[in-house]
């Protein structure tokens, strides 16, 4: 007989080094337990979104969305909303704006700091009627993105950039005077809340540019482009806003409100023009007050050589070489003075330049 051998055992395994289990068991806490923060950041943050939008239903504004989604897991929380229409109700006149997307995102430790996308075209229509509104403007961008610092809710800065922005009217709501397309290679905006000055109503801290702005009138050729620039200071707003124009200019004016001009400079071709100073609104909603002008460029040597923004730097130029004194801007050539605007005409001097609309 042939001696045969025992069948060989299955290999048994050992328990794993205590120091694995233990490495184990934290990753597995670390995620469940950042998944529970992640999970109560966005409920967080969806509890504050329909706090703020049941508000602002009751106060006439309502937002809606064709299909809205929350996700980002797991460092951030992310929002969308399909086809969003904004809907203002309790302004004088209604307006509502539709645009195709939009999209926001925030870090799930810090939800109050909002990063967000807008993707055009847009329409904003103005009045009562759905169907006919009283004021029709489309809009369209390459790229729109904005960012919201909104600590306890309350919103304490925006900031907004576009770049390649085209603006129409609608040819169905234009008056007999035509309208204006606009358009600008880009545009950014910065608003900053800040403590009131006068301990009235709000301050607000603003700064606006444009470069390669062209507006061209309806039935009237592009006009060469324009850089723009704004810093300065809108005082004592009144908060809440009342509803109507003409309540929030009263509130304002009795809140002894005014806008501080830091810098206010436009560029054409070779021309520049700088102002700086403060205004008041008036009584009819127009701006009033006195304010530093500086003018460079080929007109303050001879008037009409450039024609510059619309034919106003001749203008200006003019005047300047009447009543200014020699100045400078970055090392260019430049005649300066002060402007005087008061009851809807602007002064340089004795002599009126333009005359301004009213804002409201």
């Not at 943050?45 to 239903?57: F, G, Q, V």
């Not at 309350?154 to 950039?161: I, Y």
Request: glycine share 10%; charged share 20%; proline share 8%.
């Amino acid at each position: 007989m042939t001696a045969q051998s025992d069948p060989p055992s299955p290999e048994r395994l050992g328990r794993p080094p205590r120091f694995v289990v233990a490495v184990l068991s934290l990753v597995v806490l670390a995620i469940a337990g950042w998944s529970a923060v992640w999970y109560f950041g966005t409920r967080k943050a969806d509890a504050l979104m329909t706090e703020w939008l049941a508000s602002e239903a009751v106060k006439g504004r309502t937002y809606e969305c064709s299909r809205h989604g929350i996700g980002g897991y797991p460092f951030r929380v992310e929002v969308s909303c399909k086809s969003p229409v904004l809907d203002i109700a309790d302004s004088a006149p209604r307006i509502r704006v539709e645009a195709r997307d939009f999209r926001a995102v925030a870090q799930v430790w810090d939800i109050s700091h909002v990063i967000f996308e807008i993707d055009g075209p847009i329409r904003l229509e103005s009045g009562d009627r759905r169907n006919n509104p009283e004021m029709a403007v489309n809009a369209d961008w390459q790229l729109l993105q904005g960012s919201l610092r909104a600590p306890e809710g309350r919103v304490a800065r925006v900031d907004l950039a576009i770049t390649g922005l085209t603006v129409t009217p609608d040819p169905a709501t234009l008056g007999p005077a035509g309208g204006a397309a606009v358009s600008a290679r880009h545009v950014d905006l910065h608003g900053r809340n800040t403590e009131s000055r006068s301990g009235v109503g709000r301050d607000y801290d603003v700064a606006f540019g444009a470069q390669d702005l062209v507006v061209t009138l309806d039935g009237r050729a592009a006009p060469e482009a324009v850089d723009v620039a704004f810093v300065g200071q809108f005082d004592s707003m009144p908060y809440p806003p009342p509803r109507e124009p003409e309540a929030f200019l009263a509130a304002w004016r009795e809140n002894g409100g005014s806008v501080a001009v830091e810098r206010l400079s436009a560029a054409q071709g070779d021309s520049e023009i700088r102002a700086s100073g403060r205004v008041v609104p008036d009584g009819a909603g127009r701006p009033e007050g006195t304010v530093t002008v500086s003018l460079a460029g080929p007109d303050i040597n001879t008037p009409g050589s450039a024609g510059a923004f619309g034919g106003l730097a001749p203008i200006i130029a003019l005047a300047l070489r009447l009543t200014g004194k020699p100045d400078q801007i970055d090392g260019r050539t430049a005649l300066s003075g002060e402007i005087e605007i008061r009851e809807g005409t602007v002064y340089l001097g004795a002599m009126p330049i333009t005359e301004l609309p009213r804002l409201f």
